[in-house]
């Protein structure tokens, strides 16, 4: 009920931003012949339409009824028109308090002047006081772009792309160096519907022949049973010295109202989802760690359960739990879902941890990445958002995720396969 009331008021919202907006686009097209303006007209009509079609569907129409892919794509793409004129109200309200400063600006020196003649004038010349055509172009021309941006970054979200990082440490074993890690995070099942599609991209997991992966927590969304699927698929990835994981703050089922329609609750749901990592042969690390031995060398795999500084998220992981008993001498390798983790205790508290591996912000699936310059609207919730981070001898990387979340797609940042080379 709470959210059908969200979603109305949403929607009369988006209907006022509408009726602005469309101001504008009278302003564009006024000089253009008549046919053209009712074209344009009729396809901003149609696309509000759509809007409030789909919205309401949301209230009235069981989720089941259209499936969670197609409801999660037109839901993004609803949003996306949101936000296009979102940024398309942004450049008329700047418009809009220039025109207000000038009308302002007149009335002042009407006063000033205290003169009949020039309050006459000044009706006539605040009449000019008209929308600018370069602004109203300037706006609709950049909410256009990031709408068709939006709509592009549909078909990149397979677009698995494999990103090769050397890393040195000067206290990692002989044994050690040269060996090849896979670092995947953020699975999240439940939104991938293209099988042959993931299959590509665990084919190119298996392909870099890593002696190590390693996996940073999301298996699913919400539910264990959105692996059913595609545990198969995932059961093939194989390495040397094995596959271990963790959890991140999806897989605990936090974000559903429990019991679900079959009954389960979320202790079974988080229980099925243990089963479903040791069915796939991925050693959990749940608050604990694993010695690796090769030839005379020793390193420590450690991997502790969701732990965020950001308030809106889970802190059960337990990292003096997990580190106990290892040797401050031993190489240190920490799966931590959260990246804002490694500022808030690594850092603080244990500065004989060498490598962070972690994921979790998908690098907001939409951002620039270009040489000398990066940027993505997540870099203002987080500072450690996308690739390797270092301070002082310890490293932290941050993969941008293997699978998507809400918006089904991908724009800059791509789905991310890490193979690092330890050195």
């Known amino acids: 009920m709470r959210s059908s009331v969200a979603l109305i008021f ?37 696309l509000t339409l759509f809007s409030i079609f789909i919205l309401l569907g949301f209230i009235f129409i069981p989720t089941d009824f ?54 006459n004038k000044d009706s006539t010349s605040a009449e000019k006081i008209t929308r600018s055509l370069f602004m109203s172009w300037l706006g609709v021309s ?30 990692l074993p002989q044994a050690f160096k040269g060996l090849k890690i896979i670092h995947i995070s953020d699975i999240h099942s439940g939104s991938l519907i293209d099988k042959q599609a993931v299959k590509r991209g665990i084919d190119l997991i298996q392909k870099q ?67 479903i990592h040791a069915d796939m042969g991925w050693r959990l690390l749940m608050n604990e760690h694993v010695v690796l031995n090769k030839e005379n060398g ?35 390798i920490l799966l931590s879902h959260d990246p804002s983790h490694w500022q808030a205790e690594v850092l603080k508290k244990y500065d004989n941890i060498d490598l962070t591996l972690s994921g979790h912000t998908h690098g907001m699936q939409f951002g620039f990445e270009l040489p000398g310059f990066r940027w993505s609207p997540v870099q203002y919730v987080y500072n450690e958002w996308a690739g390797l981070y270092e301070s002082g001898r310890q490293k932290l990387y941050v993969n941008r995720g293997f699978g998507f979340l809400g918006y089904p797609g991908r724009v800059g940042i791509m789905p991310e396969i890490t193979l690092i080379e330890l050195a």
């Open 209 to 275: 022949q890593a002696d190590l992966i390693l996996f940073t927590g999301d298996l699913v969304n919400d539910r264990a049973s959105e692996m059913n699927e595609l545990k198969e698929l995932f059961s093939s990835l194989k390495a040397p010295m094995g596959v271990f994981s963790t959890l991140g703050n999806h897989d605990y089922g936090d974000y559903v109202q429990w019991p679900d329609k079959d009954g389960l609750n979320k202790e079974g749901n988080l229980e099925a989802l243990k089963k």
């Open 298 to 332: 020793t390193i420590a795999l450690i991997g502790i359960e969701n732990w965020s500084a950001k308030a809106r998220f889970p802190k059960y992981g337990r990292l003096d739990i997990a580190a106990e008993g290892i040797g401050n001498d031993i190489f240190k």
């Open 142 to 171: 950049a909410g256009s772009l990031l709408f068709g941006t939006l709509l592009s970054g549909f078909s990149n979200k397979y677009s698995y792309k494999v990103v090769k990082q050397k890393l040195s440490f000067p206290n």
């Open 10 to 46: 949403f929607l009369l919202f988006m209907l006022l931003i509408d009726w602005y907006v469309f101001q504008a686009v009278k302003l564009i097209v006024q000089y253009a012949s008549e046919r053209t303006r009712s074209i344009v007209f009729v396809l901003f009509g149609c």
């Open 66 to 119: 259209i499936g969670k892919s197609l409801r999660t794509t037109l839901f993004s793409i609803v949003l996306g028109l949101f936000i296009a004129k979102l940024i398309m109200v942004f450049f008329f309200m700047v418009d809009d308090v220039r025109r207000l400063i000038q009308w302002v600006m007149q009335k002042i020196y009407v006063l000033i002047n205290d003169d009949a003649s020039a309050n």
